[in-house]
């Protein structure tokens, strides 16, 4: 199994430019996650999905976007790209029907520099 | 939400016991307690999950006291390769994802 695959590793925006970074993960979990870690700190949830055609907000959504049309992905969208959202972004996912305490998964992260 | 609180740095020798011990003073009845780790330019990878008393795997044991308002993650003959950060996370079991925070962690090194 592949696991959490996000693409692409790197990548270096310009301000204003749009991008998405996508995220795919083969073990037919139902949550998925976005989180972004700044440099010597911990993570921060943006966004996540409990299912196929559902997301919520989490602690820092401001600049992003998020869908979830099949189970397998979840990609994260960068409108207006901003030096704010320069940082390391994390994707996972967990299998739970209910519940919220399942492990995570992580992918490798993509890192992302705004200039 | 129940905040973690855990040292900022630690440093041992290969071969040694590390035990990291997280504060959790209002944990809620329904909130389990896990930890992450983290080894450079990688996402984190689940370590151990407990609710209560003393769970053990293959690669740590964690630690709760009755009351619940701690726990310590311990991690027997470390080696070089253990070198990391960990992370105490709270985690409700049933609620809203979003409750799932994870702090600034503990940046372990250890040393020949």
């Known amino acids: 199994n592949a696991g959490v695959t996000q693409t692409p590793k790197f990548r270096i925006l310009k301000i204003g430019q749009s991008m998405t970074l996508q995220c795919t993960q083969d073990m037919n979990h139902n949550y998925m996650y976005w989180y972004r870690q700044d440099p010597g700190m911990g993570l921060k949830l943006i966004y996540y999905s409990v299912g196929a055609g559902i997301t919520d907000k989490g602690e820092v959504p401001n600049g992003y976007n998020v869908s979830r049309s099949t189970t397998e992905d979840f990609p994260l969208r960068l409108e207006l790209a901003a030096p704010s959202q320069t940082s390391v972004y994390f994707c996972?996912?967990?299998?739970?029907?209910?519940?919220?305490?399942?492990?995570?998964?992580f992918g490798d992260g993509t890192r992302l520099s705004i200039l | 939400l129940a905040k973690t609180t855990q040292p900022i740095s630690m440093d041992s020798y290969e071969g040694q016991e590390v035990n990291i011990t997280c504060s959790h003073n209002?944990?809620?009845?329904?909130?389990?307690i896990t930890w992450y780790q983290q080894f450079p330019s990688q996402g984190p990878r689940f370590i151990i999950q407990g609710y209560k008393t003393k769970v053990t795997n293959e690669v740590a044991s964690l630690f709760i006291p009755a009351d619940r308002k701690s726990s310590t993650l311990s991690l027997p003959r470390v080696s070089l390769s253990d070198t990391a950060v960990y992370y105490c996370?709270?985690?409700?079991?049933?609620?809203?994802?979003?409750?799932?925070?994870f702090g600034s962690g503990t940046r372990l090194s250890i040393r020949p």
């Open positions: 209002n944990i809620a009845t329904n909130d389990y």
């Open positions: 996972a996912s967990s299998y739970s029907k209910t519940e919220s305490n399942q492990p995570q998964h």
């Open positions: 996370l709270v985690v409700p079991r049933y609620s809203s994802a979003s409750k799932i925070i």
